[in-house]
């Protein structure tokens, strides 16, 4: 059986679920990283977002889970991702959660229209920004969202997909609307049950949405047998189309939302 890097994924987080309770799990997930081929990081030229983005057009970066390849097209987030290209004026990329360096580097050089390198407070006020993801993905978008609040550049959305991190709970003040899907299961790995503004005043919750798939059928076909088998309520989550096009109609709306 071929474990793929998604696979890996649903190792590690579980592993880090379920604490320390299994040496032998850990170092198979070492030696399986170590060995698979499908982790090579993904660079700036694999991206088709020209720098600078034409003005008031809108970046959309999904940040997808685990170990997934950024260029999977049986993940949710780079499915839509591909969808949203089609929409005039809006930019979107598909990016590893372990690549949030890429994703910044991307959004400097897709606001930087006068091209000297330096983001100036004009640049910075007019950016459109939308930030999704999924498991570890969803925990990237908001500390994403958390540096690009240290650099004084406006968010318009993060939509967190069963997010699975650290510090993911608390959405930054540069956010002007954020949503939150997850499944708390029973043996599975557990999403974000609830998040919230840092500043209530200038961040809008849209949602805290629970879904329990314990009872519910969704089509995994597109997973491997390893994640179909081990990934559970997890996996469903990430698969199901219904959770998708809440996602994708909260992006819409926030595409068509004017910027503060």
Same mark, same amino acid.
């Given at each position: ?124 006020? %007019? ?5 999704? =993801?999924?498991?570890?993905?969803? !925990? &990237?978008?908001? /500390?994403?969202? *958390?540096? $690009? ?34 499944? %708390? ?5 557990? =999403?974000?049950?609830?998040?919230? !503004? &840092?500043?209530? /005043?200038?961040? *809008?919750? $849209? ?54």
């Amino acid at each position: 059986m071929r474990v793929s890097a998604s696979d890996i994924g649903v190792l590690v987080t579980s592993y880090r679920r379920m604490g320390s309770r299994s040496k032998m799990l850990k170092w198979a997930v070492i030696v399986t990283v170590m060995c698979c081929p499908a982790l090579r990081a993904q660079r700036l030229s694999d991206l088709q977002t020209p720098t600078p983005i034409p003005p008031g057009s809108t970046l959309v970066i999904g940040f997808l889970g685990g170990f997934d390849r950024w260029n999977d097209e049986h993940k949710s987030v780079r499915r839509l991702v591909l969808k949203l290209r089609e929409t005039p004026g809006v930019y979107a990329e598909s990016i590893g959660n372990r690549n949030r360096k890429l994703a910044l580097d991307l959004i400097r050089k897709a606001l930087d229209t006068n091209r000297n390198g330096h983001l100036d407070v004009e640049e910075r006020a %007019h950016a459109r920004i939308i930030l999704f =993801g999924q498991s570890w993905g969803g !925990a &990237a978008a908001v /500390a994403t969202a *958390r540096d $690009l609040n240290q650099l004084g550049i406006p968010v318009l959305l993060t939509v967190q997909v069963d997010s699975v991190g650290f510090h993911d709970q608390v959405i930054p003040a540069n956010v002007l609307a954020a949503a939150n899907f997850y499944q %708390h299961d029973p043996l599975t790995v557990q =999403g974000e049950r609830k998040i919230r !503004a &840092a500043d209530p /005043a200038k961040t *809008r919750i $849209l949602c805290n949405v629970g879904v329990s798939y314990k009872h519910r059928w969704v089509d995994t076909s597109n997973a491997s047998w390893f994640r179909r088998t081990f990934g559970g309520s997890h996996v469903k989550m990430e698969q199901d189309p219904a959770i998708w096009s809440r996602v994708e109609q909260y992006i819409a709306d926030a595409i068509g939302r004017k910027s503060r």
